[in-house]
């Protein structure tokens, strides 16, 4: 015969099994929630990786922070939030690999979308802008995104150091300045205005992603910009 006390305490020890496990439960429905949630559009229709056709394109590559030659056949604009994972990907894994197959055809064009619910977005736009007014944009970009993990942990001042910017009092009164950066709520505005529905949002000349394509959808799309510049 079991004994009361012995069935008391293995009782108790499914009770602790069961909240384990609704926990892991409730953490993995979160997780899937937050990535579904920078996969569909505002109305909760899943983006398509297809891309759509913008007439007057161009005027979203005027400005923003260029990283390659103004001439270049084909720009790619990225709308992208420093906080955002997927962004973070695109940076640091797609764009290098183009940057290297396809060199000087190829530019890019970052511009700022900071989503309202990552609380450290506006604030690294911000800081990279500070950065970028000493001409250390691109070095703070790149930076950002590699520690991206750091983020609201390291000061910036910290990242502006290591993005080479010179002049560090400059650079803390800059983060420091109360309101919006006019810059980045220019790029809030002109993603709107390109109906752009997550981060990262892309535009590959005329070519509009709302979802960001990976390297090989990257690729074909600059591959058969190029044959139809080629053939003009």
């Known amino acids: 015969m079991i004994e009361l006390k012995s069935l008391k305490e293995l009782a108790a020890n499914l009770l602790v099994v069961v909240a384990v496990l609704s926990a892991a439960t409730m953490a993995i429905i979160t997780v899937r929630r937050e990535f579904s949630s920078r996969r569909t559009g505002t109305e909760g229709a899943a983006v398509s990786h297809e891309p759509i056709k913008v007439e007057g394109w161009q005027q979203y590559s005027r400005v923003g922070h260029r990283f390659g030659p103004p001439n270049a056949a084909v720009t790619i604009v990225e709308f992208a939030d420093f906080e955002c994972p997927g962004c973070r990907a695109f940076a640091t894994q797609v764009l290098p690999a183009i940057k290297k197959e396809f060199g000087d055809q190829v530019t890019i064009v970052f511009r700022h979308w900071p989503l309202s619910y990552h609380k450290f977005a506006y604030p690294t736009a911000r800081a990279a802008e500070c950065a970028g007014a ?18 609201g942990l390291k000061p910036y ?42 981060t990262p949002t892309v535009l590959v000349n005329n070519l509009l992603y709302k979802r960001a394509p990976d390297s090989t959808r990257l690729h074909d799309a600059i591959v058969g910009l190029l044959k139809h510049k080629t053939t003009m």
């Open 134 to 151: 000493q001409g250390r944009f691109e070095s703070f970009y790149s930076l950002a995104y590699t520690e991206q993990d750091s983020l």
């Open 157 to 198: 001042r910290r990242f502006a150091q290591q993005s080479g910017v010179e002049d560090l009092d400059q650079f803390d009164g800059c983060v420091s300045t109360p309101g919006g950066v006019l810059s980045i709520d220019t790029d809030i505005a002109a993603v709107k205005k390109l109906g752009g529905e997550g």
